[in-house]
């Protein structure tokens, strides 16, 4: 393997597969010299890597990229890596790295890890920094606006010393939202029209104690990496669901605060380990590679 390593990373701009495979990069740049080249899907790949030399190794995240990531491999004979279950068959690929909850085994071409991978450090932040990650509907869940509210409130009185903020998700319905103004005026609600990607980085270095509706499972993973504690407000399920096992898991092993936890309790779980599954994909990466290059 070069000095410097040559990575091509293709993306749909799909924001959840960009973070994806930023994580990837910042992890495996713990160990090697990299050479990074972002190339869009959508766009004429000649026109984006003009100035990037030959990809030493393909990353790719999102359906539509498997295609291009494929393509560049067999132009290139190099590597391709895809960070989710492909939806083309996985032996097209030199790795899969897809997520546990997903049931596929771990194999030759396989490495699971634990939830979606992300680019989120883990920091050591004040615990009386709360922050509230509200997501809405999906196919996988369904919503009550009064029962997010009632959780909403008994959440804040069981924390009376942490101070709030709350934001919403482009899935969060319009009833809800108007029915925010009526949580206290301690809560700091910042809708989702007023944040950004660095709003959200921000958010994750500062706050010690993180709630998330379980709909929003990649949120979850986010604030574990980020070393907070982290609590878990349920969701009318739609169906069982691969969304589901996961945090299933993750509230049997104890890596997240159950919502009755904390409402018989009054208090959260002990702190496990930050999940910082970006950092070992990115070891992985790295000793495999050279494994390939020796």
């Known amino acids: 393997m070069s000095k410097t390593l040559s990575l091509w990373c293709i993306e749909d701009g799909k924001p959840g597969h960009v973070n994806q495979l930023r994580g990837v990069v910042a992890g495996l740049g713990k160990h090697a010299g990299l050479s990074i080249c972002w190339i869009h899907v959508a766009k004429p790949w000649r026109e984006q890597v003009i100035d990037s030399p030959k990809p030493d190794l ?18 290139f004979r190099v590597a391709a890596v895809v960070l989710m279950k492909p939806s083309l068959p996985r032996c097209l690929f030199d790795l899969c790295l897809i997520p546990e909850h997903d049931k596929v085994p771990a194999g030759r071409r396989v490495v699971l890890t634990r939830g979606m991978l992300n680019s989120v450090e883990s920091v050591e932040a004040d615990k009386q920094v709360g922050l509230v990650l509200i997501g809405g509907p999906s196919k996988h869940y369904d919503w009550s606006d009064t029962d997010m509210l009632r959780q909403l409130n008994q959440l804040f009185a069981a924390l009376p010393d942490v101070s709030w903020t709350l934001t919403t998700s482009r899935r969060t319905p319009s009833s809800f939202v108007i029915l925010l103004k009526v949580l206290p005026n301690a809560v700091k609600v910042v809708p989702i029209e007023a944040t950004d990607s660095d709003w959200l980085k921000q958010r994750y270095r500062d706050c010690g104690t993180i709630w ?81 290059t020796s």
């Not at 995240?61 to 494929?70: D, E, I, K, S």
């Not at 092993?253 to 409402?263: A, E, K, Q, R």
Request: glycine share 8%.
């Open 58 to 75: 393909i990353l790719c995240a999102g359906h539509r990229t498997h295609w291009r990531a494929l393509y560049l491999k067999w132009r």
């Open 212 to 292: 998330v509706s379980e709909d929003s499972a990649s949120m979850v993973y986010e604030s574990l990496s980020s070393g907070a504690a982290v609590g878990v407000l349920p969701v009318p399920r739609v169906a069982a669901s691969n969304v589901s096992t996961g945090i299933d898991r993750l509230l049997a092993d104890g890596s997240v605060t159950s919502f009755s936890h904390l409402v018989n309790t009054g208090a959260m779980l002990p702190i496990k380990a930050p999940l910082q599954e970006a950092d070992r994909i990115g070891h992985y990466l790295f000793d495999w590679l050279q494994a390939k």
